[in-house]
């Protein structure tokens, strides 16, 4: 057999055959979600497909996350749909404060090795870093799999990261890996195609630190990105799924990972990265930790570690959304939280807080955003008369103590 | 015949509909707020029926339908671009928005464009230039001869792949 790419692996495995880069297939999908933006979309295009049952409840999870709670009437009627739609299907769904989806699924283990995973959402490949194949698609699509229990896909050329080096430097973290990645692959580097992780730091990352970088993905226009199995720990046994030594990558991207200072993405866009120290001095009036990106507890560690002791710069403001009630519950457990709240952070439900500009933090006009969000687009955050830089969360917490772009010590 | 409205590369979903405008089962409040904030002037300048057209990657970023739908519910007649987004071109596809890759066309603001969208072919009649655009794979050119996947399911109950 030709050798094969882990995107290739896992699909041949659920297709039954062996399939290849470029080749289309239909697999039966292991998981699939969907969120209070694209499910009410989604449910209505699978009752016109004359949907009536779920091809799998077991396998079917929504989250309202997007607009959670909700903030206006409009919005509650589509969080009604939702619950009862889950209550009629019998699948399941977290309700506000659960987190965001992406957090929720991995922290119920919902994703696992091998599986391939749909979400109606684009930063889905998140779950690459469980070592599993999964795509965000629309609402349509995700209907398509509600009421067949399966997708057809093309099978994706890979580009293959390789990082280097066995330890970071002190005040960098995988954020600032993934925006370096970003910043060579840029914004549609990687469309239509699964962006792979290899290499010795793999040793030494954590799951959170490898969804960080295929949460970033998104940000590259790529179907799906995959972390390779050395160096993953789980609460349970699995089977990992290693790419073949002589799989064909379309791109090899060597990355001295130990080399690299802290990245910052600069308005308005998620590729247009510098070291921050280009921009240590702009003011910032608004810091922001949280999302499917840096909404963990190593995150809010992190940043808990620059605050602690000390309070923001007067005339800024800091948000703080915890990934999932998992988090907020772990940070409160080691006094986090109470850290962050002490410094002057104000914290929002476990959701996408203002990452998407629908409530819960809308900028001014004018205002200058640090976040540790993923995407910086104009008027991503609700606002289009507003800047967005993206930085990890000790240089979003450096920041705000200042009240200018700062390194983290 | 359909007028182009030209955009820049990396046109994002947050541009063509931003999110907070996002959750709604009401296309024509979708339609009320399309490309609101890259180009204010849309609304009044677009006649439903005419074209976009734009450079790489059209409709990066979030995964939400409500892009290609907020198009559709204005009347746009057709996207062009040198590449789509994956998900916005699936999205734009499923949901029955015409899209055509074409890879080096050289379209311009204001230009007269006619187009079929069964052999992919479109005429810049102000410029009297002829493009052929990519071939879609088997599976997308019969949902998109359905008019979306909502029909293409309801008539096949399941995915045929060629
Ligand atoms: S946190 Fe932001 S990027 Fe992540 S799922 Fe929510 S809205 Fe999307």
Known sequence: ?409 | MAKAHVYADNIDTDRIIPGKYTKTLDLSSLAAHVMEDLDPSFSERFVQGDVIVAGDNFGCGSSREQAPLALKAAGVSLVIARFFARIFFRNAINIGLPVLEIPDHTIQSGDEIQFDLATGIVINVTRNETYQANQLPPVMLAIMQEGGLVAYLKKHKDFILS
């Not at chain 1, 995700?142 to 430097?169: C, D, E, N, R």
């Not at chain 1, 570690?305 to 907020?328: D, E, T």
């Open chain 1, 1 to 409: 057999m030709k050798p094969q790419t882990i995107a290739e692996k896992i699909l041949s495995a659920h297709a039954g055959y062996p399939v290849y880069a470029g080749e289309l297939c239909i697999v039966p999908v292991d998981g699939a979600m969907a969120t209070d933006t694209t499910a009410p979309l989604a449910i209505k295009a699978f009752e016109e497909m004359g949907g009536k049952k779920l091809a799998a409840p077991d396998k079917f999870h929504l989250i309202i996350d997007h607009a959670a709670p909700a903030p206006n009437e409009r919005i509650a009627n589509l969080h009604q749909l939702m619950r009862n739609f889950a209550s009629k299907q019998h699948c399941a769904l977290y309700d506000i404060g659960s987190g965001i989806c992406h957090q929720v699924m991995v922290d119920h283990h919902t994703v696992k090795p091998g599986d391939i995973f749909m979400g109606a959402d684009s930063h889905t490949p998140t779950y690459g870093a469980l070592n599993a194949f999964a795509c965000g698609v629309g609402s349509t699509d995700l209907a398509a799999v509600m009421l067949t229990g399966k997708i057809w896909l093309k099978v994706p050329h890979s580009i293959q990261v390789i990082l280097h080096g066995h330890h970071l430097q002190p005040g960098v973290s995988a954020k600032d890996i993934a925006l370096e990645v970003v910043k060579q692959l840029t914004i549609s580097g990687a469309t239509y195609q699964s962006v792979e992780y290899h290499g010795e730091l793999l040793h030494h990352l954590t799951l959170s630190d490898r969804m960080v970088l295929c949460n970033m993905v998104a940000e590259m226009g790529a179907k799906t990105g995959i972390v390779s199995p050395e160096g993953l720990q789980l609460p349970y046994l699995f089977n990992p799924v290693f790419a073949d030594k002589e799989a064909a990558y379309t791109r090899v991207l060597e990355i001295d990972a130990a080399a690299l200072h802290p990245k910052i993405a600069i308005p308005h866009s998620p590729d247009n990265v510098h070291d921050v120290s280009a921009y240590v001095g702009t003011p910032i009036t608004y810091g922001f930790i949280g999302t499917c990106t840096n909404g963990r507890l190593s995150d809010l560690q992190a940043a808990a570690n620059v605050l602690r002791g000390r309070s923001l710069a007067p005339g800024v403001r800091l948000v703080i959304a915890p990934a999932s009630r998992q988090v907020l519950l772990d940070a409160l457990q080691d006094g986090t939280i109470q850290t962050l709240i002490a410094a002057g952070a104000a914290i929002i439900n476990s959701g996408c807080g203002p990452c998407v500009g629908t409530h819960d933090g809308v900028p001014g006009d004018g205002e200058v955003v640090i976040s540790a969000a993923n995407r910086n687009f104009q008027g991503r955050m609700g606002n289009p008369q507003s800047k967005i830089f993206l930085a990890s969360p000790a240089t979003v917490a450096a920041s705000v103590l200042t009240g200018c772009i700062s390194l983290p010590k």
